[in-house]
């Protein structure tokens, strides 16, 4: 990390400001090429972290934009190095000329994620809050973005920090052991050793037990809309939505694919799935239809079964019930409420726990239907910032839990001391990954890559 970097910082689009950001060694030198302040001073000569007032020069020295810069030394930034921002009028031209002028003065294209991965690796953040930045950039929700922004404030680890300093206590008394296979572990040792286990384990099962409800709080619950054809679930979808993304029309049939939008339902972040009406059909591209909404539904975790109700229950309601009641959490939707009404809601209400009418072409009860939604996915009781939001970080808690439960059961049977700790080395291992104290490189590449340019 001996080179300097620069990259714009906000979106390539015509804006009130436009920020280039700076990191590196050569941060202040580059500056000094491409910033005239108006006090005088040079940029390391400025005030730290305080906006000086200047301008920004091109590549050939002529003005570019009268702007703000910040400097901030290092250790105490972003990326534990020397780093600055350029707060420009936000131009795309004025920003990718400035980008030049920066790469003409000595730094070089910021890679995706660089900068945030130049902060773990300085160790301003660890893995879990590295990761966390940018699940708050792509945050969909209110409750999303508290989740995120605890992890970035390091609340998920100090939780792991908390287990990994545990386990590795437990460690080095079994090395004594091993050491010193003379000296024999007092008995109350060994019950504080097997205390110190079970709390790890517990901890681990309560923290992975986060991860199916962080998943849904970052990528949004699966809802598939299902039922016959022409029973409303286009007009359901675009109720929901606010505007007209599914073709609506009176002919039976029209959906031949599936159609995936997003909509937020106060604290809930639906993934709408529209379907092709279930039923028997010799149309082999309705068939294929009919065959991906199967499939939709066992992805979902929310079925909203649409019903006509202003028809009798027949045999393609039926077959569309079946198929709902695979998915984990159902809601029925008696639609056309504004027409004479022939299904017996009483009934259905014997037959299933949610059930609501409404008119997705008036906007009748559609109140009432999101209310139901929100009360099958009410938000969490957990401590903000300590849900597991992606698979990686599930799988290390879950083999660093395996092999914590491993260690306790051969501690409990009298195993020898190296037996235990294997496995407890396994469970600092998996540890380590998790919050990067122990990681492969390639790893680190992995999930940085997935980062935009500037961050």
Do not use: W
């Not at 990994?164 to 052991?177: E, I």
């Not at 901890?203 to 409303?232: C, H, M, W």
């Amino acid at each position: 990390m001996s080179d300097t970097i620069a990259a714009i910082a906000t979106p390539q689009a015509p804006s009130a400001i436009g920020i280039l950001r700076l990191s590196g060694p050569g941060t202040a030198a580059v500056l000094a090429r491409v910033f005239r302040a108006r006090n005088g001073r040079a940029p390391a000569e400025q005030t730290p972290r305080a906006m000086v007032l200047g301008d920004l020069l091109d590549d050939r020295g002529r003005l570019l934009d009268s702007v703000l810069c910040v400097f901030f030394p290092g250790p105490d930034s972003y990326t534990g190095e020397d780093c600055a921002e350029l707060h420009c009028h936000g131009s795309p031209v004025v920003l990718n000329e400035g980008l030049r002028a920066l790469f003409a003065a000595g730094a070089r294209q910021a890679q995706g994620g660089e900068f945030t991965k130049r902060a773990f690796l300085n160790g301003r953040m660890d893995l879990i809050q590295a990761e966390a930045v940018i699940d708050l950039i792509d945050a969909e929700t209110a409750e999303a973005a508290r989740n995120a922004v605890g992890q970035v404030s390091g609340s998920l680890s100090r939780l792991v920090d908390g287990i990994y300093d545990d386990v590795m206590g437990l460690v080095s008394r079994f090395y004594a052991v091993v050491d010193y296979p003379d000296e024999d572990i007092a008995e109350n040792t060994r019950q504080e050793m097997l205390d110190t286990l079970r709390r790890a384990e517990n901890d681990l099962t309560e923290l992975r037990a986060t991860f199916s409800r962080g998943q849904l709080l970052k990528t949004g619950v699966p809802a598939v809309i299902l039922g016959k054809p022409n029973a409303g679930k286009s007009s359901l979808l675009n109720a929901l939505l606010g505007y007209d993304r599914a073709i609506v029309t009176d002919v039976a049939g029209t959906t031949r694919d599936t159609v995936e939008e997003k909509v937020r339902l106060d604290h809930v972040l639906l993934r709408l799935i529209d379907t092709a009406g279930i039923r028997e059909t010799c149309d082999s591209v309705e068939r294929q239809g009919v065959e991906r909404s199967r499939a939709a539904a066992r992805q979902a975790s929310l079925a909203l079964l649409v019903l006509d109700g202003s028809a009798p229950l027949d045999e393609a309601d039926e077959a569309a019930i079946a198929v709902a009641k695979t998915v984990p959490h159902l809601l029925v939707a008696v639609n056309k409420s504004d027409l004479p009404r022939q299904i017996d809601i009483g009934r259905l209400a014997d037959r299933f726990d949610n059930v609501v009418s409404l008119s997705a072409r008036t906007g009748e009860g559609l109140d009432t239907l999101t209310d139901a939604i929100e009360a099958l996915f009410p938000a969490g009781t957990e401590v903000q910032g300590q849900m597991l939001t992606n698979a990686r970080q599930a799988d290390a808690v879950s083999r660093a839990l395996a092999a914590v439960q491993s260690a306790r059961a051969a501690l409990r049977i009298g195993m020898t001391p190296d037996a235990v700790l294997t496995d407890a080395e396994a469970a600092l291992a998996a540890l380590g990954e998790l919050n990067g104290r122990s990681v492969r490189e390639d790893l680190v590449s992995t999930i940085f890559s997935r980062f935009c340019v500037g961050k």
